[in-house]
């Protein structure tokens, strides 16, 4: 039973640029949670997916968009990259839409210079 | 919303030593769970706990649901305890909600 890959692990993009992260859930897990961690805070809450619609958002503008496929891997998009993107962005997945039994991926770490 | 709130921020101890983390929340809510974030980034989940007390090994847990709080005990430390806590509970639509953590350093 493979856990949750994110890709790519690191990554620096340039202001106003566009990024895509991935995300493979893990196996049997339909729903794909994405957080962002900023340098010292814990992690908040982008959106949800569940069976390849979006389930829940937070408080965070439309330049932050998903998408999640048939086998339930899933992307983050981000447009017009801010400064204050930079950060470690996870993703979860679990079997459920409620807040019980995610396993986390070790992140991805945005840099926007 | 609810805030999660968590002290103390920072923690550097001897090894060998015991800790006490603690969440308070603002809201009632129906489960509570501890996670600690390794230095690669990934969080494990280290206890749900919406009331009551728990134990796994070294570490414990308790929640006392009606005082809006929750304490992470850890004992007998080691460097492999390092890294932070974080304290999550369920918010809007159910989604978790974290606290800012706790950063634990184990000195050798």
């Known amino acids: 039973e493979t856990g949750v890959t994110q890709s790519p692990t690191h990554l620096i993009k340039t202001r106003g640029q566009q990024v895509t992260l991935r995300c493979s859930s893990q196996?049997?897990?339909?729903?794909v949670s994405w957080y962002q961690q900023a340098l010292g805070q814990g992690p908040q809450f982008i959106f949800q997916?569940?069976?390849?619609?979006?389930?829940g958002r937070g408080n965070f503008p439309p330049r932050f968009s998903g998408l999640q496929f048939p086998n339930y891997s899933s992307e983050l998009n981000v447009n017009a990259l801010e400064l204050d993107d930079s950060a470690l962005y996870l993703c979860?997945?679990?079997?459920?839409?409620?807040?019980?039994?995610?396993?986390f991926g070790s992140g991805t770490r945005l840099t926007v210079v | 919303g609810i805030q999660v709130e968590q002290s103390p921020p920072d923690l550097i101890l001897q090894e060998g030593a015991n800790s006490t983390l603690r969440c308070n929340f603002s809201?009632?809510?129906?489960?509570l769970q501890w996670f600690h974030q390794n230095p690669w980034g990934q969080l494990i989940n280290l206890f749900y706990?919406?009331?009551g007390t728990k134990q796994n090994g070294r570490l414990s847990a308790t929640t006392v649901a009606t005082e809006r709080y929750s304490l992470l005990y850890i004992s007998s430390s080691q460097t492999t305890d390092s890294g932070v806590y974080f304290c999550?509970?369920?918010?809007?639509?159910?989604?978790?909600?974290f606290g800012k953590g706790t950063r634990l350093h184990i000195l050798p």
């Open positions: 997916y569940y069976r390849e619609e979006e389930n």
């Open positions: 979860a997945s679990s079997l459920t839409t409620g807040s019980y039994g995610y396993t």
């Open positions: 809201d009632s809510v129906n489960n």
């Open positions: 196996s049997g897990h339909n729903t």
């Open positions: 999550a509970v369920p918010g809007r639509d159910d989604k978790i909600i």
């Open positions: 706990i919406p009331s």
